[in-house]
């Protein structure tokens, strides 16, 4: 079955990185786009970072542009997010999401949090 297991959540403190994995199954993943989102208390869930199929093209949310970085390693059927400079306003659960033109597919989230 559809399987999206993110990992490499946790603490750490302001200004520093972390790196997120998202490991897909069950699917074709090379044909997914790819994409990071992320929900805080008491707020919506929003898009941070999202990759195409072919990997050409990377968008990403204002608030993390130069700080973040999305990609993927279609051999290992995996997606990352480099989160660096981390700030208080990152802590978030964030949640990985595969989309096709017919399917879209959610992870069940990892808990990053940012605090001293």
């Known amino acids: 079955q559809v399987q999206l297991v993110e990992s490499g959540g946790g603490l750490v403190q302001p200004g520093g990185s972390l790196r997120l994995s998202c490991a897909a199954s069950?699917?074709?993943?090379?044909?997914?786009?790819m994409s990071w989102y992320r929900q805080a208390p008491g707020k919506g869930r929003e898009l941070v970072a999202r990759?195409?199929?072919?990997?050409?093209?990377?968008n990403y949310a204002d608030s993390v542009k130069g700080r973040f970085t999305i990609s993927r390693d279609d051999a290992k059927n995996t997606v990352y997010l480099q989160m660096n400079s981390l700030k208080p306003e990152d802590t978030a659960v964030y949640y990985c999401?595969?989309?096709?033109?017919?399917?879209?597919?959610w992870g069940q989230g990892t808990q990053v949090t940012v605090s001293s």
């Open positions: 069950g699917f074709t993943f090379s044909s997914y786009a």
């Open positions: 999401n595969a989309r096709s033109y017919y399917f879209e597919y």
């Open positions: 990759i195409t199929a072919a990997g050409g093209t990377t």
